[in-house]
């Protein structure tokens, strides 16, 4: 049976066998000596700092005082952090111009390439140093092994594996090599940028729904008649990305059509999506009072109101005779109005045509029907083809909640008015001479020089994006969806009477000072930003004071261990092997030398792991001078081979 420490005895003839259990190591040492004798030569002292003289072991060499120097520095290293983190409360607060925290900022920067390198610096030597300080006072071998391999986290992990179990120093050990991550990342986060606001309020005043129209009078139409024309035309031959904007030309906040949102909420808002929104004109609402920082935001909300249609008959056809007889028997003839001579001479290409519901006393009614139109449009003129929407109109009052964003308005949610509860079916189309002025003016408002030729007004409703197209001189507007129709000409029809309440206060946002005019009060809320400044995250703070006390503890504990040891430093050098072995013959002398010194001697001597002993059924493993080494003789002559696969070794 073989000892642990002995040789296997398998394959062995019986004289080796007696030879290797009497006298192992003497069969050895004889192989050895060979090598030593036969094959390579003495080598004689590789320098003057190669003694075999005695010499006590604190005397004087500059790699010693360059090792002292060098704990010095990473004795203090570990404080330089703890005073960038001194440095980060201080800047903390300041504005991000300010130049000394913009000099810190750019130092923390730097925290996770630095820190890992010191941090290596300081806990490799540490465990080098206490593994020396053990050894010289008796320790295992595990122990000394887990020190000196403790380079890395991944080496003091690995470590653990290698033993096969845990112990309390390997813990320490890996908790210990964590700290190098974390701390990099504790500079690096260490102070950041914040942007405070300050928040106030402003006064707000914008146009009311309920301001007058100038078609309830003469002297207003005449007044202003050329303004509302002009914001009209302006509004529908506007690009289509300023037609589908939530404000419009002149920044004036868009309603959209609370219809077509999604469901409200338990308090009545429906959310507007700014990628997919119908407007309810083209004209916004004018607000005064806005002249905000360009980068403050604002939050208000506006009561307005727009008119809403629901056309069940859309239709063509060309029995033009029938068209005002049948709109008649829907409502009181004596109350209709017929403002345009389009049936008699075909002098415009549309027309609208109003009827008041049959109702007794209907003034006096609450909850009154709705109002029915009659829209027409020439589509074809031989034969004279008409297309008709026998529309009932009522008025949507609605809440808009108005965000802007650095200067950028749009409506951000809607619901419908709790303060203007008066019926839907109560429109301004109910007062006469509005009626009949808006619905003589509306086919003629841009009235084409040729006769039977359609208006910008059909044209918009046939497509929006070429209002000004005369490529085609009648539209048929027949071949639109209802719905489409339906969602245009609602659009079209009330820009049309927006741009005629109030028509000069929409290009400037100001008042428009007369009697007819309506502003309504609101309060905004503003939150305006104040200069970014920098803060210190103290969390992030915090981690770097610990970690850089633990490294400094760490220094401190390296260069204690280091002062308090008198052995030279050989643990962790491959030179180390070379003491007092057989295989390397050397010059007497050099123990006192620290690893990194006999290093250096050394450093010109050609090494090689060997079979020490090439003739015996089982070979010797060990670290030889190179085969080469003794002036270029063979492997075979110096009694030395290579390591192979399948030979057995002890």
């Known amino acids: 049976m073989s000892s642990v420490l002995g040789p296997s005895y398998q394959g062995l003839t019986q004289q080796e066998k007696l030879a290797l259990s009497s006298n192992y190591h003497e069969v050895l040492g004889t192989y050895s000596n060979r090598i030593r004798t036969d094959s390579i030569p003495n080598y004689p002292a590789p320098s003057r700092n190669w003694t075999s003289k005695p010499q006590p072991l604190d005397g004087f060499t500059w790699w010693k005082f360059s090792l002292r120097v060098f704990d010095i520095l990473l004795l203090f290293l570990p404080l330089l952090f703890v005073l960038l983190g001194v440095f980060a409360i201080k800047v903390s607060g300041r504005p991000t111009s300010d130049n000394f925290g913009q000099t810190i900022l750019r130092i923390t920067l730097l925290g996770p390439t630095i820190w890992p390198i010191m941090f290596a610096a300081i806990a490799g030597r540490m465990t080098s140093m206490i593994a020396l300080y053990r050894a010289e006072r008796g320790a295992t071998l595990g122990t000394l092994e887990q020190l000196v391999a403790s380079r890395t986290l991944f080496s003091t992990i690995e470590m653990q594996f290698l033993f096969g179990r845990i112990s309390f120093l390997g813990i320490g050990l890996i908790l210990l090599w964590c700290l190098s991550p974390v701390g990099g990342q504790a500079a690096l986060r260490l102070l950041d940028t914040e942007q405070h606001m300050s928040y106030s309020s402003s006064n707000l005043t914008y146009l009311g729904s309920n301001s007058t129209s100038i078609f309830e009078g003469l002297d207003g139409w005449q007044t202003a008649g050329f303004a509302a024309i002009a914001l009209f035309s302006a ?127 209907r003034d006096y009614n609450p909850n009154p029907s709705p109002r029915n139109i009659l829209f027409g449009s020439i589509s074809d003129s031989g034969p004279t083809k008409f297309t008709v929407a026998n529309c009932s109109v009522v008025q949507s009052r609605v809440e808009s909640e108005v965000l802007c964003k650095q200067g950028n308005c749009a409506v951000n949610r809607m619901r419908r008015s709790l303060f203007d509860t008066r019926s839907p079916a109560s429109t301004p189309l109910e007062i006469n001479s509005l009626r009949a002025n808006m619905f003589l003016s509306f086919p003629n408002s841009l009235k084409p020089t040729h006769i039977a030729t359609s208006t910008p007004i059909d044209r918009f409703i046939f497509d929006p994006s070429t209002p000004l197209n005369v490529t085609i001189r009648l539209v048929d507007l027949s071949l639109l969806p209802k719905a489409l129709f339906l969602v245009r000409f609602s659009l079209i029809f009330n820009t049309w009477y927006h741009a005629s309440v109030s028509p000069l206060a929409y290009p400037g946002n100001s008042y428009e000072e007369n009697i007819q005019t309506e502003w309504n009060a609101t309060i905004a809320a503003v939150s305006s930003p104040l200069p970014t400044t920098f803060i210190v995250n103290r969390i992030w703070l915090t981690v770097l004071f610990v970690c850089s006390i633990v490294l400094f503890a760490t220094a401190l504990a390296s260069s204690v261990a280091k002062l308090c040891s008198h052995s030279p430093d050989i643990l962790g050098f491959v030179s180390s092997l070379t003491r007092d072995s057989p295989y390397i013959p050397l010059a007497p002398g050099g123990t006192t030398l620290d690893g990194g010194d006999r290093a250096r001697e050394l450093r010109n001597l050609a090494v090689r792991i060997e079979d020490v002993a090439p003739r015996m059924r089982v070979g010797h493993i060990a670290l030889t001078i190179s085969s080469n080494a003794g002036g270029g003789s063979s492997l075979e002559e110096a009694n030395l081979r290579r390591l192979k696969k399948g030979r057995l070794y002890a």
């Open 235 to 361: 509004a529908i031959v506007a690009p289509l990305p300023l037609q589908q904007a939530p404000v419009d030309a002149y920044s004036n906040v868009k309603i959209p059509v609370m219809e077509s949102l999604g469901s409200p909420d338990k308090y009545g808002w429906r959310t507007v999506d700014q990628s997919n929104v119908s407007y309810s004109s083209l004209l916004g609402i004018p607000v005064v009072g806005m002249s905000q920082p360009p980068a403050a935001n604002m939050n208000f909300s506006i009561e307005s109101s727009y008119f809403s249609f629901d056309c069940p008959e859309f239709y063509a056809t060309t029995d033009t005779n029938s068209i005002i007889p049948k709109f008649d028997e829907l409502g009181n003839p004596s109350k209709k109005t017929n403002t345009s001579s389009l049936l008699n001479n075909y002098d415009e290409s549309c027309f609208l045509y109003g009827a008041m519901p049959n109702e007794p006393n």
